[in-house]
């Protein structure tokens, strides 16, 4: 029995897109010359049923690809930035305090405005310098260089510039100081006030009373200029887009320690204790919040030491000496050998 081995010789057609175009379009257009039936109905029917297909897939297809332009392009996010924006919210959230409390703070920087006023023009128009610089002094007032106003009569003469230098720091600082936290406890929301104005003036002007506090103690202008440089770069990141509470405490702490070190360089060792006790106390209310929204209104209390332990190392200066007994002079009270 012969087996017949029959190969499938088969193949599969290709289809020709020309040719399957073409038609196609024979095929249209008899459907749209004719408008009978027979066989053309048929082609036209199977004819328009797929393209009625295709159009619904290229409407689908048209749809999707309309909707994903829509959609906002995912965003590359900064993780590092992320958790800067998170560190500052969580900061600013437990310092979040009532009206009632931001009133407090604003006030308790007040007293500190009025007694640099008042040792600026009082205390060290009428305190006795070194009795060295007392002729020369002399000669000043035999040429009337007193200060005579009718304005100010018990004013008998400027006060020294490293004096004057930690007043005018003092007098700028509170007064930003006095609009921020003003302006919190009347018009600033919570979530606003990480990066308002008012609180980056604040924190800025904080390194500008540093630079007055650094010419006061040391009465250097080299020491200025130095001191000039870094706060003014703190003061410029204090305005930056991103807040970064933990660099600009940092800064504002090494500001301190910068005019601080000098009463501990020139031997004012008792002003320089002072000035020790003042901040550990002041940083333990600052940082550690023990009286709730009230502790930063009591470290406004206690730092109202600041300004009178920086006017008072600025006297003790021997550049201060020629002014302090002129002043002395002025006000016809005799120098002494030492302040």
Same mark, same amino acid.
């Given at each position: 029995?012969?087996?017949t ?7 599969p ?29 048929d ?14 897939l ?11 332009f ?17 560190k ?37 128009g009428?305190?006795?310098?070194n ?11 035999d ?13 008998a ?11 005018? /720091?003092?007098?700028v600082? !509170? +007064?930003?100081?006095? &609009? ?8 600033? $929301? #919570? ?9 980056r ?13 650094a ?27 991103k ?27 008792d ?42 190392? /600025?006297?003790?200066l021997? !550049? +201060?000496?020629?002014? &302090? ?8 009270? $005799? #120098?002494?050998?030492?302040?």
């Amino acid at each position: 029995m012969a087996v017949t081995n029959q190969r499938n010789t088969s193949r599969p057609v290709i289809a020709d897109p020309d040719r399957s175009t073409s038609s196609g379009k024979e095929i249209l257009r008899k459907c749209s010359a004719d408008s009978g039936g027979g066989d053309s109905d048929d082609e036209c029917g199977s004819l328009n049923k797929n393209s009625g297909r295709s159009t619904q897939l290229k409407d689908v297809k048209f749809t999707r690809s309309i909707s994903s332009f829509d959609k906002a392009p995912p965003k590359c996010e900064n993780k590092e930035e992320h958790d800067v924006d998170a560190k500052a919210k969580a900061y600013l959230d437990k310092r979040v305090m009532t009206p009632t409390q931001e009133m407090f703070n604003a006030i308790t920087m007040i007293p500190g405005m009025i007694y640099s006023i008042y040792f600026c023009w009082m205390v060290a128009g009428h305190q006795q310098g070194n009795i060295e610089w007392a002729d020369v002094a002399q000669e000043k007032v035999d040429n009337g260089e007193c200060f005579d106003s009718q304005a100010f009569p018990y004013v008998a003469a400027l006060p020294p510039l490293a004096v004057a230098a930690g007043a005018l /720091g003092t007098l700028v600082h !509170s +007064s930003f100081s006095v &609009l921020y936290h003003w302006k919190c406890a009347t018009s600033i $929301a #919570p979530s606003k006030r990480i990066k308002h104005w008012s609180r980056r003036l604040d924190h800025a002007s904080i390194h500008l009373a540093s630079v007055g506090a650094a010419y006061a103690t040391s009465g250097r202008t080299d020491y200025f200029l130095l001191n000039l440089a870094f706060n003014f770069d703190s003061a410029l990141k204090q305005v930056e887009e991103k807040v970064q509470p933990r660099r600009n405490l940092t800064r504002i702490g090494m500001s301190i320690i910068l005019y601080v070190l000098p009463t501990l360089i020139y031997g004012h060792y008792d002003i320089f204790t002072q000035f020790v006790v003042m901040f550990v106390v002041g940083g333990w209310l600052f940082v550690r919040y023990p009286f709730g929204g009230w502790s930063h209104g009591l470290f406004h209390v206690v730092i109202t030491l600041l300004p009178h332990l920086v006017m008072t190392a /600025g006297m003790q200066l021997e !550049s +201060s000496q020629f002014q &302090l007994t002129l002043a002395a002079k002025c006000a016809g009270m $005799a #120098p002494v050998d030492s302040i």
